[in-house]
């Protein structure tokens, strides 16, 4: 099923103008969508943090996402190292105890609550959104689902840019691309083996697979696990037919 | 007591024991898919449980022709689990010409997966509904009514867990738990898609063997899963493989 708010996240950042990169739109929206002070997205690897800054609202924003790569701690190291989002509403009160460093950076930024999500696919730690607010409280429900629902579309967006070296134009192709079926998932890692690779690099080699061939990754999914497609190490995205198992 | 009362007993208490420091949503689960055929005159079994934001999701199921049924009522827009879930009441149809006037795509899905009768059962404490159980049988016909009323009694025990596992957690665990177990979930298919690949079996059976093998050391599915695709444990899954009998599929 597709999660309807996802798709329409990703429809409106299609319809946002193509002046603004990709991510900064994402993060933009997130921010006028929730009440929080800003928002800021960062790549994140198997190993940890990349350095990598995507995308965020404002230079405060950006501050703090580089600080926590800076520093080896805050909420989106610890998101994206347990898959678990980290909801520190009130860093007046709890902060410092739990990352003595960020914290006293972040409340001298005058942040008081922060909000990260991590950006996973399964095992696949492709990065954080980080949620800032000048003002102490716990989201609501509400705000939480819109809050998972920004993360699960800065996961599609993170996914969109990578097959599409860096290209950020949005459309069909983005939104097709929430494809969370299970075969996609079990195929991902049947190719991980294939080749030799990593989770992270099967999917990539699915999903510009399925994007140089124009179908879909539950059908390429489909073929990879019923045995019909194989990937090879000579070359991207190769497959050669053998007969079902 | 015959040894069904007794693996019913069994099962009540694994249902209820929800305040363990290890608790896994999705092993929880997939007991109670498991248990559900394994007690019920059902063939197969599929549990959905509402996301944090209200849409359904396949959490576990006791065969992977479960899972796309499943799938494919969500797909659809149709189906037992989808109006149980809607409705908070145990969905039934006496026959498959009953089925198909309220389901027609799902009753040609079924069908065509061999199946022949689905029913759902609510997962449901109070008002609050967050789920549901399917029941998939490969004869035409209702489950009878003792099996109804075991196969309600355990979704509810099941409900009852999960609400108390919710409620001890606090408050950012009672809010993305659901979340966090479709990351487990997707970890999950991840890990039998490479299970699957190195040992040249089915999916269902790559998962059978990780289900084997965590029940068989105690260990949770999730870190069985996370350990498969670290790469550390593939070969003594394997291992035991050869010793296990052959798994009979039940659908």
């Not at chain 1, 990703?10 to 103008?17: I, K, P």
């Not at chain 2, 999705?26 to 005159?41: K, N, Y």
């Amino acid at each position: 099923m597709r999660d309807q708010r996802v798709v329409e996240i990703l429809s409106g950042l299609a319809h946002d103008g193509e002046q603004v990169l990709l991510p900064a739109r994402l993060c933009m929206a997130c921010l006028s969508a929730l009440p929080v002070s800003g928002v800021g997205a960062s790549l994140m690897t198997a190993a940890g943090p990349s350095g990598i800054v995507l995308a965020a609202t404002d230079e405060r924003a950006r501050q703090l996402e580089e600080l926590q790569f800076a520093l080896g701690e805050g909420p989106c190291v610890e998101a994206s190292g347990s898959g678990w989002p980290v909801l520190e509403p009130d860093l007046v009160a709890t902060g410092s105890p739990r990352w003595p460093r960020f914290g006293a950076a972040v409340l001298d930024a005058g942040v008081r609550a922060v909000f990260a999500f991590p950006l996973r696919v399964g095992a696949i730690r492709v990065g954080v959104l980080d949620l800032y607010r000048d003002t102490p409280g716990l989201l609501t429900n509400r705000d939480l689902a819109e809050a998972l629902a920004f993360a699960d579309a800065a996961t599609a967006v993170v996914l969109h840019m990578q097959d599409h070296d860096g290209y950020d134009g949005a459309g069909p192709a983005l939104i097709g691309s929430i494809d969370s079926r299970a075969e996609v998932h079990q195929a991902t890692g049947m190719v991980a083996i294939q080749l030799g690779v990593s989770l992270a690099e099967a999917l990539l080699k699915l999903r510009t697979h399925a994007y140089a061939t124009s179908r879909t990754m539950s059908a390429i999914a489909a073929d990879v696990v019923n045995r019909r497609m194989w990937f090879d190490g000579d070359e991207v995205g190769t497959t050669r037919r053998r007969g079902p198992l | 007591m015959t040894s069904r009362e007794q693996r019913l007993a069994t099962t009540f208490v694994d249902l209820a024991d929800t305040l363990v420091a290890n608790f896994d949503v999705i092993d929880f689960l997939h007991t109670l898919a498991a248990r559900s055929v394994e007690l019920l005159d059902a063939d197969a079994a599929g549990i959905m449980l509402a996301d944090q934001r209200g849409g359904l999701r396949v959490m576990a199921s006791s065969a992977e022709e479960a899972r796309l049924l499943e799938l494919y009522e969500l797909q659809s827009d149709e189906g037992p689990c989808l109006d149980c879930y809607r409705s908070g009441r145990p969905v039934v149809r006496d026959d498959l010409v009953a089925m198909r006037t309220s389901w027609p795509l799902f009753t040609e899905q079924l069908q065509a997966l061999g199946f022949h009768s689905a029913q759902a059962l609510p997962m449901r404490l109070r008002n609050e509904t967050i789920g549901a159980l399917n029941l998939f049988r490969l004869e035409p016909g209702r489950l009878n009514e003792a099996d109804l009323r075991i196969g309600q009694a355990m979704a509810h025990v099941a409900t009852v867990g999960l609400m108390q596992e919710r409620a001890i957690a606090a408050s950012e665990l009672l809010a993305t738990q659901l979340q966090t177990a479709l990351t487990s979930r997707v970890q999950l298919e991840q890990a039998k898609g490479m299970l699957a690949q190195r040992a040249g079996l089915p999916m269902d059976q790559a998962f059978q063997l990780m289900r084997d093998y965590a029940r068989s050391r105690g260990r949770r599915l999730s870190d069985v899963a996370a350990q498969i695709i670290e790469g550390v444990l593939d070969d003594e899954v394997l291992r035991k493989d050869r010793r296990t009998r052959p798994t009979s599929p039940r659908a």
